[in-house]
């Protein structure tokens, strides 16, 4: 069974470009977390999917960030424009429907703002 | 704010002795805890979780521990081994599984 997988694996981009993140869940995994760690610091929760529907967006920091998820499967994660501060790597991590606590994360992709 | 601590940022042990690794909460309303690890350039993968209702959970060398009117945590590996070297983060969630809070984590080196 494949993983969670993340493109691009890594991003160096210019301050006030635009960047689009891409997650694919495990097939059937409902829910789609997206986090971002700052280097050294925490794990940031960022939003949290079932499905196609946003179930909380209360961690994504402020409008420059626009997540979706069409159809209930891959998602996408787009900055813009991008900040020195959103550099990160982001990741993210998919579980069963119910399952919340069981989440499987992807390799996670770098972003460098320069 | 952060929810999630782990106060200590590295630890060094010697092959086959404890490890033993700290996290603290603030939330009350946290009713599940979970330990992941992290090897470089990888993501995060589960490795052992708790619920609030028990105060011990064993998985092989693994145990984890949870102190819950100190809020406290902690992950027990005995005996250590050099493979288990990786960052472990500590996180928890409240009964909807909305949200996720890890802690900065922790850097383990086991020593040969």
């Known amino acids: 069974e494949a993983g969670v997988t993340q493109f691009p694996s890594h991003s160096v981009i210019e301050k006030g470009q635009t960047v689009t993140l891409r997650c694919d869940p495990i097939s059937g995994h409902d829910n789609l977390y997206w986090y971002r760690r700052v280097m050294g610091k925490e794990i940031k929760f960022l939003l949290h999917?079932?499905?196609?529907?946003?179930?909380?967006e209360s961690g994504m920091p402020n409008n420059r960030f626009l997540a979706e998820r069409t159809g209930g499967t891959y998602s996408t994660l787009k900055v813009q424009p991008a900040e020195l501060e959103d550099s990160g790597v982001y990741f993210c991590?998919?579980?069963?429907?119910?399952?919340?606590?069981?989440?499987?994360f992807g390799p996670g992709t770098r972003l460098t703002v320069l | 704010d952060q929810q999630v601590k782990q106060n200590s940022p590295s630890l060094s042990v010697q092959e086959g002795r404890i490890s033993i690794l700290n996290c603290d909460y603030t939330?009350?309303?946290?009713?599940?805890f979970l330990w992941y690890k992290k090897y470089p350039a990888e993501g995060p993968t589960f490795l052992i979780s708790i619920s609030s209702i028990k105060d011990k959970n064993e998985d092989g060398r693994f145990t984890v521990f949870l102190n819950k009117s100190a809020k406290h945590l902690s992950l027990h590996i005995v005996p250590s081994q050099p493979g288990d070297s990786a960052v472990y983060f500590c996180a928890a969630s409240d009964s909807t599984g909305n949200q996720f809070y890890f802690g900065t984590g922790t850097s383990l080196t086991v020593i040969p």
């Open positions: 991590a998919s579980s069963q429907f119910g399952r919340y606590n069981e989440q499987f």
């Open positions: 999917f079932v499905k196609e529907s946003k179930q909380d």
């Open positions: 939330n009350s309303m946290f009713d599940y």
